[in-house]
Structure formats: structure tokens, C-alpha cells
């Protein structure tokens, strides 16, 4: 509370009170600095070891046509990305697994919480996973969650003090930076262990295509049989992880973590309406989001009375072991992680790659597979964001230095406009939204088909922890090929080189000439100064 009423302090003054009331409270956090506290002591879980007795196990089980076979739908409209995950929270028995990069304090997210707190209602064991980078402003929510008896929430890999913010949060543990750099990526839903939905989104509007301003071009994969149990060993080896840590282990009921970041704010100035409180995590929403369920969704097929019609193929789990992140990495040896696996994918081509990947900076390694690729005349198509459409600039600018090197390979090139066009109704309604790209898959030989949350950059590669299904289905490969093709051809900007160096921007039209661009299309001055500015120094292995 300030000393006087906020009506007698000039604007300006105001302000400067504010900034010494937050430099006094992050200079506190600082202070309090605090390594990472022993594990505490916790009983190891499990996946539900017996799936088949339960409904959505029996559903399964009466469409699989072989027992060594998995199921699999893709998912690419948000919307319906949403209602297969309220779905599958309502139709869980017995268990739910999530695992989670993000979690956002959002609309559909809270929706979608309620729905889970529910199942634990009904006697459901939920168990929550998230990566503890981006939870500040939550602790006091999650911590409340796991006041049910049938809900776990852990935090993976933790920073530990001064956690009312995401900057104080490092700040406090920059002295473990080698540690906290590492994060995990992983996303997964799993219900009863029967049925799972796992791919590139987390959990936030712009994921599920709720956001006014900008939503994200994604992809999903509904999962049945094996290769549920197989995301189901990778979720316990996280959730038991020594780095896997009980919220209540991090955060104290009597000190809410609300409070320092409440003592740097005061009433707004006289005049100026009180901006409105964000509603908690767990707070049930005002009312659901509209999500629709069109009679072709998978959550109709999920619901009760809907029959499962899914692809069935044999398919593999290609997923980073925590180990990756634990230590530092140290007790990670070669061709050990995930990219390793994608890489001995790609060198088996014969024909022809497809990439989807938003963020794209293949470094070395990566532009020795592509070279090794074009030397043997696979053709390689890759659809990546365009300044224009990138929710992360910085990376961008690291990729910007590898466009011309993959164009001489002859290298198809594709970048995301932030204009979906109305033709492309599979990717979602966009409306006036700007789209931006988050899907991650690739293609290999049509036969061959990977979703995940993998990028090709040096944070997927080295540091954070990834998860993918390999699935062997020409049918699903091709299915991704329309898919890819309806995106490159209605929704995205082709690069080329004119006289082997400058860079052009070509804009295809249904209905006259290709338009051609010399500068990156779409992007405001700004955009384009503060890209132009942090190209050179964008320190490549931190993308």
C-alpha cells in the first residue's frame, strides 16, 4: 500500500515509485538466491498397468487389428485439438497422465482444467507435469490442485527462488545455468493408458485457435494401442525423475507466491479504471470456449456412442531419456538422443523429405545430412516460419543465416505467411488471427511419417528433451503430403535465389501472376530492425 493515496501522487512520479517498488523486490530475490533443494522423499508411480478393463481400453481393443498394431488420427484444427483433450479427460476411468513445456494461465486452458479436476471427482488419478520455466503466477493455483486427493502436480527441473516472475526465476538461479538451460519439451495427454494425444501443442489459446491476435499452425497425433503404453514408460521415467519435484516441495501454503510481485504494484492513478484481476489457474471459466464438434472430429469418435476410426500401423517411440537434462547432460553418450534417431531417419531417404519445422537452424550437422541428401538426389521440401509469422525473432535471425547455404543445395524452401487462406479449412478457422507455425513433422520416402515436439535447432538438439512418434503408414505419409502441399501452395512465401546470392520472396496466385518480394514480406520496420540487429550476435547454440 503506498504511503499516500495514489490521487495525490503526480503520473509520473507514480511511475517512479513503481520501478523502485519492483527494483527493491527483485533485488530481495536476488538476495535469496537459493540452489536446488535436495529431492524430496516420494513413492514411485505408474501408467495403469491394465488399460483393457477399462472402457476407452475395451473401445480400443475392438477395433485394433493386430496387438502389435497402434492407432493413430492426425489432429490439425485447434478447436478440435481442445475437444479431443476435454473428451479424453471425460472419458477416463481411472487415470490421466499430462506432461506439458507450458501451461498457460488462459481461457481454454482453465476450460480444460475443470474438466480434468472432474475426472478426479469421479475417482480419476491425475498426474501433472510441467516444466518449471514458465509457471510464475501459478504456484498458488497449482499448489490448490493438489489439495484433492487424486491430484499430483510436479514441477520438472525447478528454479526455486524468486519465483513471483519468469525473469526473477533466473535471475535467482543464474549461479545453475548450465542446469536450468535445459528444459523439457515433452507433450503428452494420456487417459486410462489407452488413449493418448501427443505432438507439438501445449496448453494456451493460441494453441487450440481461441486467441483474437495470433494462434499457431500445429499438429497431433490421437494414439491407440502400443504406443500408448510406449508414451506412458517415457511419461514415468519423467514423473519419477529426481528432477521431477512435488509443488508443495517448492512453494509454502503461508507464503502465497502472489505476494512480492502484489508489493510492486499500487491503485491506479485517479481517473484510470483498475485493471482487472487475471482469474486463477483452476478457476472455472465464465464459460467454455466454443469449440464445436463437427461430425468428422475425433472427439466425436471419443465421445460415448462414437466409433474409433484411426489408421493402424506398427510405430516406435523416438523420445530423449531425462538423462538428457540430468547432470548437464554429462550421462548422455553419442547417438543417444532423439535428434540422433531423426538424423539415421533422414540419411535413409531415397526419394524425397518433407519438414515441417517452425524454428530452423540446422547448424552444421543438420546441413551435412542435407548436403549428403541432395549429393544423392533426394529432393528436400522444408515449410519453416517467415518473419512475418515467427513468434520468436531471435531465432529467426539464426536461421537466416543457413537460407541461402540450403537454397544452393537445392533445397525446396517454404516459409509460413501470417495469413491462413479461407481454402485451407483442415488447418482451422484463423479468421483475422495472425498464424503463426508450431507443427513439427516430417516425411520420409511416403512412407515414413514423424510428429513430435522436435525442431531442427540447437535447443531440440543439445539441450532440451524431445518426444516423437514414428509411425509406418503410407497412408498417413500421404495424408501429410496434402496437407503440406495445401500449405506451401496457398499459405506460405517460396525462397529463391536470383544470381545465386539475393534473396526473393515468391507469393503464388490462383487468380494472376506470382507476386515477388526482394525483402521479408509482411513484417513491420521494427520487426525487421530488431532482426537486422540481433542477426550477427544471435548466439547460435542458445537458439
Not at 531419456?321 to 539415421?344: C, H, L, R, W, Y
Request: proline share 8%; with cysteine.
Amino acid at each position: 500500500m503506498p504511503l499516500l493515496p495514489s490521487s495525490v501522487w503526480p503520473h509520473g512520479a507514480l511511475r517512479i515509485v513503481r520501478l523502485w517498488s519492483l527494483l527493491l523486490v527483485v533485488l530481495q530475490g536476488l538476495s535469496a538466491c537459493a540452489s536446488l533443494p535436495p529431492p524430496p522423499p516420494r513413492t514411485p508411480t505408474q501408467a495403469l498397468a491394465e488399460p483393457q478393463a477399462t472402457a476407452l481400453g475395451k473401445r480400443v481393443a475392438a477395433v485394433q487389428p493386430a496387438a502389435n498394431l497402434s492407432g493413430f488420427r492426425v489432429v490439425t484444427s485447434g478447436t478440435d485439438a481442445l475437444a479431443v483433450l476435454m473428451t479424453l479427460a471425460d472419458q477416463a476411468e481411472r487415470t490421466l497422465d499430462l506432461q506439458y513445456y507450458l501451461v498457460h494461465n488462459e481461457a481454454s486452458t482453465r476450460a480444460l482444467l475443470q474438466h480434468v479436476r472432474a475426472a478426479a471427482d469421479r475417482g480419476v488419478r491425475v498426474r501433472l507435469l510441467v516444466d518449471d520455466m514458465h509457471t510464475a503466477g501459478n504456484d498458488d493455483a497449482l499448489l490448490r490442485m493438489t489439495r484433492h486427493p487424486r491430484i499430483e502436480v510436479r514441477l520438472y527441473n525447478p528454479l526455486p527462488s524468486g519465483r513471483f516472475s519468469t525473469i526473477t526465476k533466473v535471475l535467482g538461479s543464474l549461479h545453475d545455468v548450465s542446469r536450468i538451460n535445459r528444459r523439457m519439451h515433452n507433450k503428452m495427454f494420456v487417459a486410462d493408458n489407452a488413449l493418448a494425444f501427443s505432438g507439438g501443442r501445449n496448453l494456451g489459446d493460441a494453441y487450440f485457435l481461441q486467441s483474437d491476435k495470433a494462434n499457431f499452425v500445429d499438429m497431433d497425433l490421437l494414439v491407440a494401442g502400443p504406443a500408448v503404453r510406449a508414451l506412458s514408460r517415457s511419461f514415468d521415467r519423467y514423473w519419477n525423475s529426481e528432477l521431477a519435484y512435488p509443488v508443495e516441495a517448492l512453494v509454502s501454503a503461508d507464503t502465497p507466491a502472489a505476494t512480492p510481485a502484489s508489493a510492486a504494484s499500487t491503485a491506479a492513478p485517479a481517473g484510470a479504471s483498475a485493471p482487472q484481476p487475471q482469474p486463477a489457474l483452476d478457476a472455472p471459466p465464465p464459460a467454455e470456449p466454443t469449440i464445436g464438434m463437427a461430425a468428422e472430429s475425433a472427439a466425436r469418435d471419443i465421445a460415448p456412442g462414437g466409433r474409433l476410426r484411426l489408421q493402424w500401423a506398427p510405430a516406435r517411440l523416438l523420445a530423449d531419456d531425462p538423462a538428457k537434462i540430468e547432470n548437464g547432460g554429462a550421462e548422455v553418450g553419442p547417438d543417444q538422443t532423439m535428434f540422433d534417431d531423426v538424423a539415421s531417419l533422414l540419411r535413409s531417404a531415397r526419394r524425397e523429405v518433407l519438414i515441417i519445422s517452425p524454428y530452423l537452424v540446422p547448424g552444421q550437422r543438420g546441413m551435412a545430412v542435407f548436403h549428403e541428401l541432395r549429393q544423392r538426389g533426394v529432393m528436400v521440401r522444408v515449410l519453416t516460419s517467415s518473419l512475418a509469422a515467427t513468434d520468436a525473432p531471435v531465432v529467426h535471425a539464426g536461421y537466416s543465416r543457413y537460407r541461402r547455404p540450403m537454397l544452393q543445395e537445392g533445397i525446396e524452401l517454404y516459409e509460413l505467411r501470417p495469413q491462413i487462406s479461407a481454402a485451407s479449412a483442415r488447418l482451422g478457422a484463423f479468421g483475422q488471427s495472425r498464424a503463426r507455425l508450431h507443427a513439427k513433422a516430417l516425411v520420409v520416402d511416403g512412407r515414413w511419417l514423424l510428429v513430435g515436439s522436435m525442431n531442427l535447432d540447437p535447443r531440440s538438439i543439445d539441450l532440451n528433451s524431445e518426444i516423437g512418434l514414428l509411425l509406418n503408414s503410407p497412408a498417413l505419409a500421404e495424408d501429410f503430403r496434402r496437407l503440406f502441399d495445401d500449405v506451401v501452395q496457398n499459405n506460405s512465401y517460396r525462397l529463391e535465389l536470383r544470381n545465386d546470392t539475393n534473396l526473393r520472396w515468391v507469393t503464388q496466385s490462383r487468380d494472376g501472376p506470382a507476386v515477388v518480394e526482394d525483402s521479408e514480406p509482411e513484417s513491420t520496420f521494427l520487426r525487421r530492425l530488431s532482426f537486422w540487429l540481433m542477426a550477427p550476435i544471435a548466439p547460435e547454440e542458445m537458439l
